[in-house]
Nanobody
Framework: QVQLVESGGGLVQPGGSLRLSCVCS????????FLWFRQAPGQEREWVAT???????DYADSVTGRFAISRDNAKNTVYLQMNSLKPEDTAVYYC?????WGQGTQVTVSS
């Protein structure tokens, strides 16, 4: 079965950067599409970014120009580089390879 494990979350000041990682096991990684979602307290889970098996990417308007999704097929890992972070980026971030989900990693942007 597919398992996803995220890491890299933490506390960062506004304007700072973090890189999230998602290690995938149990799938043919290079053939899969991966997504990042986030969920802030009291809000619905929202889509953040997608990378397909060919490396093409897509982003939510709220993160375009600040976040970058990438993948390393040799390491079975998907990344989310987050720059120019804002307090409204505070959320639990989840990696997904539908229908599988990771457990999430907390990102808090605060001074």
């Amino acid at each position: 079965q597919v398992q996803l494990v995220e890491s890299g979350g933490g506390l960062v000041q506004p304007g700072g950067s973090l890189r999230l990682s998602c290690v995938c096991s149990g799938s043919i990684f290079r053939a899969d599409n991966f997504l990042w979602f986030r969920q802030a307290p009291g809000q619905e889970r929202e889509w953040v970014a997608t990378i397909n098996s060919g490396g093409s990417t897509d982003y939510a308007d709220s993160v375009t120009g600040r976040f970058a999704i990438s993948r390393d097929n040799a390491k079975n890992t998907v990344y989310l580089q987050m720059n120019s972070l804002k307090p409204e980026d505070t959320a639990v971030y989840y990696c997904a390879r539908p229908p599988a989900w990771g457990q999430g990693t907390q990102v808090t942007v605060s001074s």
